[in-house]
């Protein structure tokens, strides 16, 4: 089944504890992107990867990191996790052939930092 | 820069109803348009997208949506609703510009009762 996944799905943890949320697609996507969504604002990209080792900012990147080493995994790293990144999270994968290809999305990852 | 407006924050109508969710954008070259639904406790399901060609755009669950050029709007449209189709709705505009980037609307809550 073609599919992105998130893990963990549900983290809580505390200001400063470093932490990863894993993305991985198994449909041979070339592009990733995170988005966090929060009440009112719909969703922000944060980063996105057109492609393996290429990576660039999103609208909200500040406290946010990325890499991509393998196609198809994109981990979303928060090295310092303060309270204002309390979020809902949601990674997603498309081709990039063209602007116009559909995102697929993964469930989210819903994250509250104390 | 490219924006996405979605002026109403809930939608009420009837099952057996017609609805429609507004969504205006607002792009700098050509619209790469797409809705997405959210059910609770879900990630986001592709609806429909509009690239070129026909104004109607139709799409999953018996969803349209029509391009309008001039009036800058991409509304999604559903002839008769169900209560099962009771969810938020994200309208959002893809562009390139060195990388594909997305931007949201703040996404509309569609209530249908029975």
């Known amino acids: 089944e073609a599919q992105v996944t998130q893990n963990p799905r549900y983290l809580i943890t505390v200001t400063g504890k470093k932490l990863t949320v894993t993305c991985s697609q198994n449909?041979?996507?070339?592009?990733m992107s995170w988005y966090r969504q929060d009440p009112g604002l719909g969703l922000r990209q944060i980063y996105y990867?057109?492609?393996?080792?290429?990576?660039d900012k999103g609208d909200v990147p500040e406290g946010y990191k990325v890499s991509r080493k393998e196609k198809r995994n994109f981990p979303l790293i928060l090295e310092s996790p303060s309270p204002n990144q309390t979020s809902l999270y949601f990674c997603?994968?498309?081709?990039?052939?063209?602007?116009?290809?559909?995102?697929?999305f993964g469930p989210g990852t819903r994250l509250l930092v104390l | 820069a490219q924006s996405v407006a979605q002026p109403e924050d809930q939608v009420n109508v009837a099952e057996g109803n017609p609805l429609t969710v507004k969504c205006t954008y607002s792009v700098s070259g050509n619209p790469y348009l797409f809705w997405y639904v959210q059910y609770p406790n879900r990630g986001l399901q592709f609806l429909l997208k509009y690239i070129t060609g026909d104004n109607l755009v139709k799409g999953s669950y018996g969803f349209e949506a029509e391009f309008n050029k001039s009036q800058t709007s991409f509304h999604l449209k559903k002839p008769s609703a169900l209560v099962s189709d009771s969810a938020l709705y994200f309208c959002a505009v893809r562009e390139y510009t060195g990388g594909f980037k997305t931007i949201f609307g703040a996404g509309t809550r569609l209530f249908v009762k029975a």
């Open positions: 997603a994968s498309s081709s990039n052939r063209a602007t116009g290809e559909t995102q697929y």
């Open positions: 449909m041979n996507h070339e592009y």
């Open positions: 990867s057109m492609n393996v080792e290429v990576t």
